[in-house]
Nanobody, 121 residues
Framework: QVQLVESGGGLVQPGGSLRLSCAAS????????MGWYRQAPGKQRELVASITSGGNTNFADNVKGRFTISRDYAKNTVDLQMNSLKPEDTAVYYC???????????????WGQGTQVTVSS
């Protein structure tokens, strides 16, 4: 199986920074995209940022210029650097990845367990 394990959430003041990390492990043949979603109370889960196997990135409009995403292809990890955090960034952040476990299997989507990010003074 495949596991995505997140770390790095916590409480930060407005204007502060946090870095989230996610590591994929298990039976992995190819990792296509890796990224981060978030879900605030009472809201739908939304894409924050993603990065493809080719290094192409995609960001939600409300985080552009504040968040960056990076990936270590050798270690199967993805990091989300969050700067200039705002109270509206408060949410549970989920790591997401599309992975193929063997040449004979189709790609599947996997999720981490989530990590809480709270932006408050």
């Amino acid at each position: 199986q495949v596991q995505l394990v997140e770390s790095g959430g916590g409480l930060v003041q407005p204007g502060g920074s946090l870095r989230l990390s996610c590591a994929a492990s298990g039976r992995i043949y190819i990792i296509y995209t890796m990224g981060w979603y978030r879900q605030a109370p009472g809201k739908q889960r939304e894409l924050v940022a993603s990065i493809t196997s080719g290094g192409n990135t995609n960001f939600a409009d409300n985080v552009k210029g504040r968040f960056t995403i990076s990936r270590d292809y050798a270690k199967n990890t993805v990091d989300l650097q969050m700067n200039s955090l705002k109270p509206e960034d408060t949410a549970v952040y989920y790591c997401n990845s599309v992975i193929r476990q063997s040449p004979s299997e189709i790609r599947s989507e996997y999720w981490g367990q989530g990590t809480q990010v709270t932006v408050s003074s």
